[in-house]
């Protein structure tokens, strides 16, 4: 297969996802369309050096979490990472499987956001890499770490959250 | 909304794709001429020195061309080495090879500094010999050193501005990620 026929599929079959990550690192929709061209222009780049050793999401999750890092790197310290109510894999960032319908309220989305948004870079990367509901060998395998490594990560990451969210919640109620 | 956000994001594949194909051309086709350019002139250089063994040209001068033609050699390989991996970084690596990777690349002082560096004295050495350039060899050294220091500082400053942020910010993810 020619690459430009490989790529052109390669961009049909996942561009979706692509699209989901550009969201999760901008809010303006001209930085998200920035980015995914950006994206696209680096797996064009990498794609010669693709040997089908990983998976194929794997492989385009790294393109695209190293590009936000390369692509926000202009302004790191700004770089948000936007989640949305409707996402399928929210509940797994607090392990809270109600969280879904409580986080319909405004607020509390607003106040996991805020919080999310207080993460250092690496942490808003893992996590999005979990809103998208890899597994954490699959996490492991994008950044380049071990699989506990990983799992002690998120789990820091997951009792911060947890704790910031809980204590914004009794300060409410008080 | 979904609707609009996915309109707006549409990137005119096939527009992108071409422009992608035409750079990858263009860049290729550079890298060639590039290649063809250095390796049509070491072989006319050299065979100019051998010329002027020939003619019996004094032997500091020969000394010189040799010396130049070393140089030239040296900065062919150099560009081709830099043209090479300043073009290709692999954005499909994991994430930390690719930082620790970004870090080396942004490091001011590197191994391949010290070729840059044969390379000058190179420069040096033929300017220096070359007696048919009719330098004086003071003069030569002083000028010649100037120019080098002035441009290793102008090159400093440049990568303070624009590359010591980058290598800056990618450790401190190395450090980050490898916590723990």
Redo the contacts between chains.
Sequence with gaps: MKKEEQFNQLIADNSDRIKRICSYYNSNVDDQKDMYQEVLVNIWKSLDNFRGDAAISTWIYRVAVNTSLSFTGKAYKHMKLMVKADNQYLSSVLDDEGLEHKLTEERQLEHLQNELNLLSVIDKALISLMLEGLSMKEIAEVIGITESNVKVKIHRVKGQLKTKLAGGQDERNQ | MKET??K??Q?R?PE??EK??KKDKQYAGMSKRLQIMYWILLPVYFILILVHIIDGSPVKDILGSGFFLLAMLNFALLFRYYHKTYN????????????KKAVARYQPFQVKTLWALLGIIFVDLGLVFNSSLGFDVIWVQLVFGGTVLVSIGIGLLIWRVSYKP?RD?ARA?IR???G?
């Design positions: 956000n996915k707006e994001q990137v594949l992108l794709t992608l194909i290709t970084v692999d954005y499909s690596q994991p994430t930390l090879l690719m930082l980058l910010a993810m980050e990620i490898e723990e």
